[in-house]
Structure formats: structure tokens, C-alpha cells
């Protein structure tokens, strides 16, 4: 079994302020340690499940959180950023069997995290096909692109309601909730112990029903923070202004929505 792990930072759990996920604040060693534990038990748990290939992406900022001696034989670690559109799944292709969702985080415009957002923060929020997306919709309709499945997600509980709601044959981990400026944690013990035993489980069924179908057509609509932002991308070839702060985007292939996005993010 070939299995990819995408990791990001702001649903680790105990990760509650920005300095925390920022790798030049001092303080935020403490949470790249426990991004890389729950990692690793990710890793763990998919080796249970029977995995013979593992690729770690560190999918967080710069991706330069985690360091591969933190990690366990035979995971390999995808560190950097790479350019491709397909930025928190870099590298994945029709060749891995599952997908799994580590330190995932509540979307733009949702209250269920003080660091809720998509992207980047210059997206006030982001829809596709009418619907409000996170990180998590998105990485998910990349790996259906490839054909392959997301198994596990976990992350903060608002982030992991709305994946149990969007395909209910996901299994979930909420580490922690947000309520305003705070948050409240499990254990980081139980956190990387729960990662682990759900990785397992959730790698060791019949995969195929978690697979998702791609809608025949993508409409995107980004509402930018600034009007500037949104001014400079409706000149993207085939964006057009909604109005002052936001742009839409059609696309039959969704690798055009990827690089619009990666577009639009600079």
C-alpha cells in the first residue's frame, strides 16, 4: 500500500496564535515538535495498515517544519516548495492508494479556529460551485483528480464536521476546538495516540468507498480582503470581477482552479 500524508500546521493540536505556527517566532518550536509527532504517528499507523511506501508532504508555510529524522522508516519526506499548482499535494499521483489529512484547520470566514483561513489570508473566503471551500475541499477534489481516496483527516472539530459532512466514509480525529482567540486541546499524547490508532483503522477498509466523484465543472469565486488584490487578479486570463473585492473563474479541468489560485496567491 502507497500512502500520502499531507501535514499542516494550524490544526495541530494546542496550536492557538499565529507566532505558533510561524518558524522564525521562538515560540513556535514547541508545535513544529508536536506537528511532527502527530506526523509520525500518521506514519505509524499506516505502516500497521499494511503501508510499504509513505511520502510525508510538510504542507505548512515554507515547508521546512518538519525534518525527515523525525519521522520513521520507510516514510519519506517532501520539504520545500516545489511550484506546482497542486501545492499541498505535491507529488501525488494515480500510484498512491489513500490520502491522509494531518493538522487541517477551519476555513476562511468560519469561527471554529482563531486561525481559520484558506490559503493565504488574503482570501476573505473562497467558493467553489457555490459552495464555501477550505483547504480541506480542495486538497480532496485534488486527490479525486488523481483518483485516489482521503482516508483520515484530523485537525480542529470544525474542520473535521465539515469533512464528515462533505464524505462521510472519511474517518476524523478532532484534536481541538475554537472558540473567539482560544482553544481547547486534548492531550498532545492523546493526540499523536488517536492519530495513530485512526490512521490504522481507517487505512485497513475497503478504500474504494471513500473515493469522491469530480463535478463536470468548476466555478470559482474568491473574495479578496483588499480590492487592490482583487483589481490585479481579474486580470488572470478568463477571471472576470464580480465586484470590487471579488473574481470568478470557470474551469472544466481542476487543475486550472489550482493555478489560478497559485496565480492569484503571489
Not at 506537528?35 to 500518521?42: F, P
Not at 525534518?67 to 519519506?76: F, G
Not at 479578496?224 to 473563474?249: E, I, L, N, W
Request: aromatic share 10%.
Amino acid at each position: 500500500m502507497k500512502v500520502f500524508i499531507s501535514v499542516d500546521m494550524e490544526g495541530i493540536s494546542g496550536v492557538t496564535h499565529w507566532d505558533e505556527v510561524n518558524m522564525t517566532k521562538e515560540e513556535s518550536a514547541l508545535f513544529r515538535k508536536q506537528m511532527a509527532a502527530e506526523a509520525a504517528a500518521a506514519c505509524e499507523g499506516a505502516l500497521v495498515a499494511g503501508a510499504d511506501e509513505i511520502l510525508v508532504e510538510d504542507a505548512h508555510d515554507a515547508g521546512r517544519n518538519i525534518s525527515a529524522a523525525e519521522l520513521p522508516p520507510p516514510a519519506r519526506l517532501l520539504r520545500g516548495l516545489g511550484g506546482s499548482p497542486f501545492m499541498i499535494l505535491q507529488e501525488l499521483d494515480s500510484s498512491f492508494d489513500a490520502v491522509v489529512l494531518i493538522g487541517y484547520h477551519a476555513r476562511a470566514g468560519n469561527s471554529g479556529s482563531p486561525l481559520s483561513h484558506t490559503m493565504i489570508g488574503d482570501y476573505a473566503a473562497i467558493k467553489l460551485n457555490g459552495r464555501d471551500v477550505s483547504e480541506f475541499t480542495l486538497a480532496s477534489y485534488t486527490a479525486a483528480y488523481h483518483g485516489v481516496p482521503v482516508a483520515f483527516i484530523s485537525g480542529d472539530q470544525s474542520i473535521c464536521d465539515e469533512a464528515a459532512q462533505f464524505n462521510p466514509h472519511i474517518r476524523t480525529l478532532a484534536v481541538k476546538y475554537g472558540k473567539g482567540n482560544l482553544t481547547v486541546s486534548m492531550h498532545p499524547l492523546e493526540a499523536v495516540e488517536g492519530i495513530r490508532s485512526g490512521v490504522a483503522r481507517a487505512l485497513e477498509r475497503d478504500l474504494s468507498q471513500a473515493l469522491i466523484p469530480l463535478p463536470e465543472r468548476f466555478q470559482l469565486e474568491i473574495r479578496f480582503r483588499k480590492h487592490t488584490q482583487a483589481y490585479t487578479a481579474g486580470f488572470y486570463p478568463g477571471a472576470k470581477m464580480a465586484d470590487d473585492f471579488t473574481v470568478q473563474f470557470e474551469a472544466v479541468d481542476f487543475f486550472d482552479i489550482w493555478r489560478f489560485i497559485l496565480f492569484t496567491t503571489r
